[in-house]
C-alpha cells in the first residue's frame, strides 16, 4: 500500500476534478469533545492549503452508509476515533503495515486506484514520538497497559515494537485482554505480553516496578468525575520509585493522572501524542511536512478556550 507522495502528483490528489478541495475530517461517537478540527486547521493554513477539516458524529450503526457516502463524494481522508477504529480497519480495502499487525487504524486515506479507503495507525507513531519527548525508551522496560480497545492495541504494539521486556495488559472485561495478548503477543517473542484482570489481588506481577503505565480506556472522555478503579500504588508495582511514568492517552484532567498525581508521579496526557498522530495523519494524506509548532499552538489554545467555557 502507497500513500501520496509529493510534487505535482501529490498536490493534484488533495482536489476534486472540478478544483474543489477533497473533504477532510474526523468522525466519531461522541465527537463534541474533539480537539482535530484546531489542530489539522493549522496544518492546512500552514501550507496555504483551502481545505476546512470538519468533524462528523456517525453512529456506529450509520458508519458504513457514510463511509459510501463519504467515497462517492470523492473525501480525502478522514481521522478516526472511538468507538469506530476496528469497524474501519474491517472495512478498508488496503492496510498499512501497522494498521494490519494492530487490528484498527485511526486514519483513513480515499484513493480509488488502490480499491478505495485504505486504513493507517498513526496512534502508533505518535505515542512513541510522544514518549520520547519525555525522555523515556520503552527498550528492555517492564510496562503496564490499561485496556483493550483500539487504541490499548496500537500503544501494545509500539512498546512490543520497542522492544518492551513486558507488558501487562489490564482489562475489565479479561476476555478481551486475553484475545489481545493472543493476537500481538507471537508477533513480538522477544516481549513477555500478558493479560489480567483489572483486580490487583489478581495480579501475580506486582513484585517487581514498572517504569510505564499508559491508561488506554476512555474513562477520562466518558466519566471524567468518576474515581480511577485502581491504585496508582498497585499500577507502579512495589518498590516503585517516582520516575515511573504515568500517561493517559486522554488529554486534560483525568480520573487516572489525578489518582497517580496524589502519589507525586511523572504524569503526562495524551495532548502530545494527539497532535503527533495528526501530523503522521496530515503527511499521509498530502505527503508535505505537518508543521508541528502550529499545530500544537492550535491544540493548546483550543485546551484552553474549553477551559474557559467550563470555568464560565
Known sequence: MTSPGNGEAGAARLYRADGSPRPVGVIGFPIKHTLSPGIQGAAFAGHNLPHQYQKWEVAPADLPAFLEKAARE???????????????????????EEAEAVGAANTLLLDNEQGGWLAHNTDVGGFLTALEEQGYNPAK????????????????????????????????????????????????????????????SAWPFNRNPRTLVVNATSQGLLAPDEEFPVDPDHMAGRDADRRTIFFDLTYGDTPFLRAAGAKAAHLVDGLSMLVYQAALAFEWWTGLPAPHSAMMAAAKAALAERSQEHSG
Not at 472511538?82 to 474491517?90: D, F, I
Not at 490499548?152 to 489481545?180: D, G, M, P, Y
Open 141 to 200: 522496560q517492564r510496562t503496564m497497559v490499561i485496556g483493550a480497545g483500539g487504541a490499548a492495541r496500537a500503544v501494545v504494539f509500539a512498546l512490543a515494537a520497542a522492544e518492551a521486556s513486558e507488558i501487562a495488559v489490564v482489562n475489565r472485561t479479561w476476555e478481551k485482554a486475553t484475545e489481545l495478548v493472543s493476537q500481538l503477543g507471537p508477533l513480538f517473542p522477544q516481549t513477555h505480553m500478558y493479560s489480567t484482570p483489572i483486580d490487583p
Open 74 to 96: 470523492d473525501f480525502l481522508g478522514l481521522n478516526v476515533t472511538l468507538p469506530h477504529k476496528r469497524a474501519v480497519w474491517e472495512a478498508a480495502a488496503a492496510r498499512s
